[in-house]
């Protein structure tokens, strides 16, 4: 044993985030008295130490050029000790102890066309999916959604207008990513996927995407002589998990794949538990480049939240105290029976947070 050479592993993973901190944040690490938000867009965190850091956080696109990157470092340089950090909703932060930094961070931030906000009571950057750029199951661009929305709702984002912060997401097909927020954007197919038994045969490892299927909706069947597969369209509930195994299983199409719009997500514990969205508009036409049937049901929803919820109160505790029928009065939104969640195997007991219970 002793002239075996040790195992050594080779770490090309993401490098330890710690090297990333701004010292101030290094210094104080978990010893954070209390913080407030000064102005949209701006922190001010307090340390035990008596330490004060500053940050200044700005709205981007997500796909960001070179360019771009490059004047964000020489901000960064300029007024951030050479630290910046990018959130999980591509927002781009700054921190400064210095409180002369924050006008400058500011104004440069300005300068180079992003917009400075997303702290407080207002819309945050929207969580945007990867889309035709990275993924291969889109049937739509989230990036097209995200950036009619977003200039739609400029105003929510860099000023606030509303009871408390709103969260949008949205999912560029129907199973994966963009799920859970005040307001989610989410692609929904309305036909069984088309099989190219042709394709199928050779490309897909047939008991594999039998057992992607969540209904069982999927069967081996013999096409031409060959082993393939089949569809039960009375079982399939167009979920599209099939075509993620094998790309012969096409469910994306430009007409019937539509979008849906769900309401009242939350995944925070903070005042009431985190909550499931509802739908409440369905077969939103895809609509490129503006996606205006989407940001009309998206403005109203946020208007009438902005109208009548009480501050800090986030949109689904709002529905939740005004009631369903009094939602769909108040936006004029068209309730349709589809729309009641009559999901047979749900429980009410499901644990859905961390508080404790007994
Ligand atoms: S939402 Fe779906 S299509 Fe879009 S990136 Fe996520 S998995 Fe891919
Ligand atoms: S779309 Fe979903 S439900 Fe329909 S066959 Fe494929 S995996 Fe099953």
Known sequence: ???????????????????????????NYGQWKRHEIPKP???????????????????????????????????????????????????????????????SLIQGLETIGLPVGGIGPCVTNLAHTQGWLHCDIPATDASGVVK???????????????????????????????GQADIAIIVKHTRPPRINHEL?????????????????????????GRQSLMVDHAKCMYCGACFGACPAME??????????????????????????GCLVAQNLPNNPPRWPEVNEVVGRIIEVYAKEGKRWERLGEWIDRVGWKHFFEATGLVFEKDMIDTYRHARTTFNQSTHIRF
């Open 1 to 27: 044993m002793s002239d075996q050479i040790p195992w050594k592993t080779i770490e090309s993973g993401p490098y330890d985030y710690r090297q990333a901190l701004h010292p101030v944040v290094v210094k």
């Open 41 to 103: 867009g701006v922190l001010k965190h307090i340390a035990r130490s008596g330490d004060v850091l500053y940050t200044v956080r700005a709205g981007t696109p997500r796909q960001n050029s070179v360019d771009l990157v490059r004047q964000l470092c020489d901000l960064a340089d300029q007024y951030a000790d050479g630290y910046l950090r990018f959130t999980v909703r591509n927002n781009v932060e700054f921190m400064t102890a210095d409180e002369s930094n924050v006008e």
């Open 148 to 178: 009619s929305v977003m200039d739609n709702l400029f105003d929510y984002f860099t000023g606030w207008r509303l009871p408390a912060k709103v969260r949008i997401s949205t999912s560029c097909c129907a199973i994966n990513c963009g």
């Open 200 to 224: 199928l045969a050779d490309m897909c490892e047939l008991p594999k995407v039998v057992a992607r299927c969540p209904v069982a909706a999927i069967r081996p069947t013999v096409v031409n």
């Open 251 to 276: 469910i994306n199409h430009p007409e019937h794949s539509k979008i849906g719009i769900w309401v009242g997500g939350k995944n925070s514990n903070a005042r009431s538990r985190p909550a499931m």
